[in-house]
């Protein structure tokens, strides 16, 4: 048994299971990525849908990232743990304690 996640973080993409640290592992080898948090964003026919938020390294044109990252994450992931919406920050994604801030984002 491989334990990836917390339960509560497991995300259910029309009744298929997402862990986020797979995905945000995929993004991180994407280039130009500091940081990244996934998490589950509510949708009326999935029921959920894979969100995720971007921390660049370096300023980059919003919609060319986003083109980017969804592309190299359509070569090595299955089609629903492919995150459907990208937003991009530009602050930390970590608690004062070092921990993932995945609901408040």
């Known amino acids: 048994m491989k334990i ?6 497991i995300i259910n993409v029309g009744g298929e299971k997402v862990y986020p ?14 940081d990244v948090t996934v998490m589950g964003f509510p949708n009326p026919v999935m029921g959920m849908v894979v969100k995720a938020i971007i921390l ?4 980059e044109d919003p919609s060319v990232q986003r083109a980017r990252i969804k592309a ?6 299955e089609g629903f743990k492919v ?7 530009d602050h930390a994604h970590h608690s004062s ?8 984002l």
């Open 97 to 104: 304690r070092f921990k993932k801030i995945r609901a408040a």
């Open 21 to 34: 640290s797979e995905v945000e592992d995929v993004i991180l080898q994407a280039g130009n990525v500091a």
């Open 4 to 9: 990836l996640g917390r339960r509560s973080e």
């Open 83 to 89: 995150p459907m919406l990208i937003e991009i920050s």
């Open 72 to 77: 190299h994450c359509n070569t090595l992931l």
């Open 56 to 59: 660049p390294m370096t300023t």
